[in-house]
């Protein structure tokens, strides 16, 4: 990448500490090699960035480019059908118990081609891309067989080659229990999920093992199982959790020191101790909760107390979350959850960051990636104000 020097700007760092948003306005900002080698106020700008090829962006908010942290982004077919039962009643639990949910996508999944979940996928990247996201985790989980698990991530990889997008994966074999082990939950981790993750890791594929603790899913010994499989192999861990009732998932996943526990509708103060004290992001999923028309709501009071880093994603998947809007996602997390815009903000790029292992983005600091998002604002509040609205001027994304 060519030296940059980002001029007439306002800056939202969200380095904490200082200002709220990390905030330096009529700022400065320069670019070189990939990575960002100097920022501050303009007045401050040093004699050797000043020759640098300049650019006015008129008083122009830039931040930290945003993270998805949290999507099933691969998959085929949709569930349409399932919203419309939803709406006349049935609920997420008995639609899933019927064969629906999760085990429906399956079906589609597995019977469908690399090159069409690749097309499919990219229009829903391109969507997050078009919001300022350079960062995308993307899930397995809509396989749960060997092949078909595989085949996702190699999917998922193959999104990086097609956009300017860094993409982290997720091995979620534990997902669901597939109708050909209906009832033998231990016997499909034991025979096919483990498999299927040392295969997986074995071809490059998977950056983190994911699973869902909950009734219509694992337990959490049955987590715990491939939790001690990933450490084996040397990959972090976490975790959907506390999603539709409390069985202490995020607790589990707190011991084994996991990067995120998601959803928490149900978390428990002893939950959130154990987070704080491992340093485990609480990623919250507001669409699940709108799509889902859910009232419980998660323990952000309890999460602020005890210093819980809290990332906001998009959980983009085509049952409780068809959401392809991290702009939205951050709203709805001001408006259901009552964050405010700064800890919005925060939620989709310094802490979605770390909900990714990730440390060289999610902030704007000398050193970092020049992962960066230029937006027609003055104030980053107006960022999760506005529904239904892009105000993105230009991403830029990291090139090394």
């Known amino acids: ?11 939202a760092t969200l380095v904490p500490g200082g200002e709220p948003y990390g905030f330096v306005r009529d700022a400065a900002l320069a670019v070189a090699d990939g990575g960002i080698a100097w920022v501050g106020p303009r007045a401050d700008l040093p004699a050797d960035c000043a020759s640098w090829p300049r ?32 709406l006349n009643g049935a609920t997420y639990e008995e639609i899933a118990r019927a064969g629906g949910g999760i085990v429906s996508t399956v079906k589609a999944t597995r019977e ?13 990247a391109d969507a997050l891309i078009d919001e300022g996201v350079a960062t995308i985790e993307v899930k397995s989980g809509y396989g749960l067989d060997l092949d078909t698990e595989l085949k996702m991530l190699r999917v998922a990889r193959r999104v990086a080659s097609k956009r300017k997008v860094r993409i982290r994966t997720s091995f979620l074999g534990a997902h669901a229990v597939p109708p050909e082990f209906a009832g ?29 603790c909950e009734g219509i899913a694992f337990s959490p010994q049955q987590i715990e199982h491939v939790f001690a499989r990933a450490k084996a192999l040397g990959l972090p861990v976490k975790l959907h959790a506390e999603q539709l009732s409390d069985l202490g998932g995020a607790k589990l996943a707190a011991e084994h020191e996991a990067l995120s526990a998601d959803h928490l ?5 002893d939950g959130v101790v154990a987070m704080a004290r491992a340093g485990t992001v609480a990623t919250l999923l507001p669409g699940a909760f709108y799509t889902l028309r859910e009232t419980q709501l998660p323990p952000v009071e309890l999460l602020r107390r005890h210093g819980v880093p809290v990332a906001i994603a998009t959980d983009c998947n085509p049952g409780s979350s068809p959401l392809a809007s991290i702009l939205t996602a951050m709203n709805m997390a001001c408006t259901l959850f009552r964050l405010t815009p700064e800890e919005a903000l925060a939620g989709a790029t310094r802490n979605a960051a770390k909900a990714l292992g990730l440390t060289d983005t999610g902030t704007i600091a000398p050193g970092m990636r020049a992962d960066l998002a230029i937006w ?7 960022l999760a104000y506005r529904i239904g609205f892009n105000p993105l001027h230009e991403r830029i994304f990291a090139e090394t």
């Open 265 to 269: 509708e149900y978390l428990g103060e």
């Open 55 to 86: 650019e006015d962006l008129e008083g122009r908010l830039v931040t930290p480019a945003l993270i998805d942290c949290h999507t099933h982004l691969v998959f085929a077919g949709n569930r349409a059908m399932e919203f419309e039962q939803r």
């Open 1 to 11: 990448m060519a030296k940059r020097l980002l001029d007439n700007i306002a800056i």
């Open 376 to 382: 027609n604002v003055e104030h980053p509040a107006e």
């Open 184 to 212: 033998r939950p231990d016997t499909y981790i034991d025979d096919i999920c483990l498999p299927a993750l040392e295969a997986a890791h074995q071809a490059g594929l998977v950056d983190a093992v994911d699973g869902f």
């Open 112 to 124: 469908t081609g690399e090159d069409t979940l690749l097309a499919d996928a990219l229009t829903r």
